[in-house]
């Protein structure tokens, strides 16, 4: 006789595969549960439900890496619970930062000496690296102005307007004013002349950008530190610059060698570098480089020695993770310069696919430059029926995350699409997105127009607004204009 029993709710020798065999009622999803669950049934729940995120490979929005060896994957879970801040127990993975920021030192041109260590730290991210970098010039502004008896309470930053979020929020959580440089048509970055303009004697330091994350353009740092030269000689100050090289810090060394942004230009005091996206290491790492000690203020330096031994520390943060690290040391050592070149050849070689084959639908104008960071950046030259956004809305039906967005002042009448060009974006892909995006411009053709039309021109507002549909209104309009196309198609096909 076979002999059975049957299993409890908290019998977690029961084999299955999906969690519903286990869970028949939904969780609670705002308060802990009371009981718990086997851990098969909380994998599966959860990764059932991160099936419906997008793909990260098709994430076109993202700058951020999205792949890497897998050597370097298991280097990164080998060091997962090891908290990078507890430098005397994890000697060797300091001494890899410690690396890291010499290596990317040297490659920034930092006038080192031959046995002079790099002054820099590893960061989460370019958000944290360019709050540090905005610390250290607010206090030797501060420094100075006190020395000269003069007010220092009212200091400002000098930007363009197409800088990254983070630095308004910097100005915002620190008290400091941020000024910034309006764009215009046709020029979206930073103009080096109307930068110095807005400087005057309580400027901390002008923010340049190599690599704009509207289109990928380096903003001109060699004509930005000569025009500061000259104005700080004429006026007798010291304004200084710090280079937001996110994007473009590990693609400008490799690309353009003879490009003058870095430590070269004796103005740039500091630099930023995301190592999570073309230093092609996951998310969470960043690095901010400093000319020299004197360029961080020693005051801002904290000694630390409740961990073991002292260990000076210049954080926002404190505990975070070691496998960023380890993994940056990993992808500097097993690529090299010879490997870092190739890749970014690589990728600037498949956005010039990508450019001719949207420049080949002869639907869409190019607002990204061929040199910078490799991304194509495009706006519809007809937006009388269609626009960016909806171009956008259905290429995700592809499976593509492609962004559109406006400019900033003064070109937010501009618009864009925009795609970033990562390594695992390969030359197959980069045709297949622009056949999906022909497809798409074709679905396009065949709807109606996003607004009804009166003598050749959009209804208006009184105010001169043009009125936006709601997402469901939109969705409809367009489920209902399908639909039509589809059977029309149908009773074409059987007729023929």
Known sequence: MVLSKTASQTDVSVHSTFASRYVRDALPRFRMPENSIPKEAAYQIIN???????????????????????????????????????????????????RCVNMIAHLFNAPLGESEAAVGVGTVGSSEAIMLAGLAFKRKWQNRRKAEGKPYDKPNIVTGANVQVCWEKFARYFEVELKEVKLRDGYYVMDPKKAVELVDENTICVAAILGSTLNGEFEDVKLLNDLLAENNKKKGWDTPIHVDAASGGFIAPFLYPELEWDFRLPLVKSINVSGHKYGLVYAGIGWVIWRSKADLPEELIFHINYLGADQPTFTLNFSKGSSQVIAQYYQLIRLGYEGYKNVMENCQENAMVLKRGLERTGRFDIVSKDNGVPLVAFSLKDRSRHDEFEVSDILRRFGWIVPAYTMPPDAQHITVLRVVIREDFSRTLAERLVMDVEKVLHELDSLPPKQPKANGHPHHHRNGAIPKKSELETLRSVTDAWKKFVMAKKTTDIVC
């Open 48 to 98: 059932d439900e991160l099936m419906l995120d997008g793909n990260p490979r098709l994430n076109l929005a993202s700058f951020v890496t999205t792949w890497m060896e897998p050597e370097c994957d298991k280097l990164i879970m080998a060091a997962i619970n090891k908290n990078y801040v507890d430098m005397d127990e994890y000697p060797v993975t300091t001494e890899l930062q410690n």
